[in-house]
Nanobody, 117 residues
Framework: QVQLVESGGGLVQPGGSLRLSCAAS????????MAWYRQAPGKQRELVAL???????NYADSVKGRFTISRDNAKNSVYLQMNSLKAEDTAVYYC???????????WGQGTQVTVSS
């Protein structure tokens, strides 16, 4: 079945950078819309970045100009490059894959990103 495994989270200082990775099994990521969501304590889960099958991208206003979503078909992986990190970026980040109506969406387990001095 589908498995999405996130990695790359951790503790980083404000202004720093992290790159999150999502390694997919059971799907071919180029055939799916892929996205990153995040959920901060006490807040609703939020769409951060989306990449379509055709390669188009969309970003939450809060991360535009700082985050970049990308796909590596050879590695069957999706990435989120996060620059100029702020304390408000602290959250659990989740990888997401969608190919409805062929299959129900899939979620990874999440990886913690903490931005703090």
């Amino acid at each position: 079945q589908v498995q999405l495994v996130e990695s790359g989270g951790g503790l980083v200082q404000p202004g720093g950078s992290l790159r999150l990775s999502c390694a997919a099994s059971g799907i071919i990521v180029s055939m799916y819309a892929m996205a990153w969501y995040r959920q901060a304590p006490g807040k609703q889960r939020e769409l951060v970045a989306l990449i379509t099958r055709g390669g188009g991208t969309n970003y939450a206003d809060s991360v535009k100009g700082r985050f970049t979503i990308s796909r590596d078909n050879a590695k069957n992986s999706v990435y989120l490059q996060m620059n100029s990190l702020k304390a408000e970026d602290t959250a659990v980040y989740y990888c997401y894959a969608d190919r409805r109506p062929i299959a129900t969406p899939s979620w990874g387990q999440g990886t913690q990103v903490t931005v703090s001095s």
